[in-house]
């Protein structure tokens, strides 16, 4: 299958700083990409959808200035979280689609990236 | 608002024996089921996925059985092994899925 990668796996960062995650389509295009936000032992928790050229649809309640969306090529989508206190802490994992693949394509998941805000 | 809910939220199996997850839906628009699996600390990955227009799919050991009219959705895993413990969860839509809670998978050796 296709694969989506994320870097940094995991970040340490003081509190007060910022820190930017990317996500990659390894070998296919995603015009659309999705970032989550995953909490111990609960659900994945949609964040926003990244949109290639234009900007990020987020959803409710998630702040877009403290989460930062640049979707700027077809295969590069990076999340910067402005600011992080330790409630920020999570582990945040990207998805995207096969552009050409249709509607109805499998959704491919990065490895995510464990923050820790001390 | 939970569109999409699944039971149980843990589960264990003896090795050899069936694993049943459940999931409800609210929205009749969602139109694809997927179902992930996720081991700690990786992201999800696909294991199987359905439409309404069938009322089952089979991949393997595992098997998607859908009820359009109850708006539900189970997933079985026949002959559980030690090796299928993790984390599935279900979900639907097709172009920004909704996911249930998960369900903790522990199959006993």
């Known amino acids: 299958g296709a694969v989506v990668s994320q870097h940094p796996s995991w970040v340490i960062c003081k509190s007060g700083t910022s820190v930017k995650i990317e996500c990659r389509s390894l070998?296919?295009?995603?015009?659309?990409m999705f970032w989550y936000r995953q909490f111990p032992k609960q659900s994945l928790m949609l964040m926003a959808t990244?949109?290639?050229?234009?900007?990020?649809?987020?959803e409710q309640g998630v702040e877009k200035d403290k989460f930062l969306i640049n979707h700027a090529s077809l295969t590069l989508s990076t999340l910067t979280v402005t600011s992080a206190h330790p409630e920020d802490s999570s582990f945040y994992i990207c998805?995207?689609?096969?552009?050409?693949?249709?509607?109805?394509?499998?959704?491919?998941f990065g490895p995510g990236t464990r923050l820790t805000v001390l | 608002q939970q569109q999409v809910k699944q039971s149980p939220q843990s589960l264990i199996v003896q090795k050899g024996g069936i694993s049943i997850i459940n999931c409800a839906y609210e929205?009749?628009?969602?139109?694809?089921f997927p179902w992930y699996q996720q081991f700690p600390g990786k992201g999800p990955a696909l294991l199987i996925a359905?439409?309404?227009?069938?009322s089952e799919k089979k991949e393997g050991r595992f098997t998607i059985s859908f009820n359009k009219s109850a708006k539900q959705f189970s997933l079985h895993i026949m002959d559980s092994q030690p090796g299928d413990s993790a984390t599935y969860f279900c979900?639907?839509?097709?172009?920004?899925?909704?996911f249930g809670d998960g369900t903790t998978l522990t199959v006993k050796p």
């Open positions: 998805s995207a689609r096969d552009t050409l693949a249709g509607l109805y394509n499998e959704q491919f």
């Open positions: 070998d296919f295009q995603a015009t659309t």
């Open positions: 990244s949109n290639e050229g234009s900007k990020a649809t987020y």
């Open positions: 929205n009749t628009a969602f139109d694809y």
């Open positions: 359905i439409r309404p227009d069938v």
């Open positions: 979900a639907a839509g097709a172009g920004k899925s909704t």
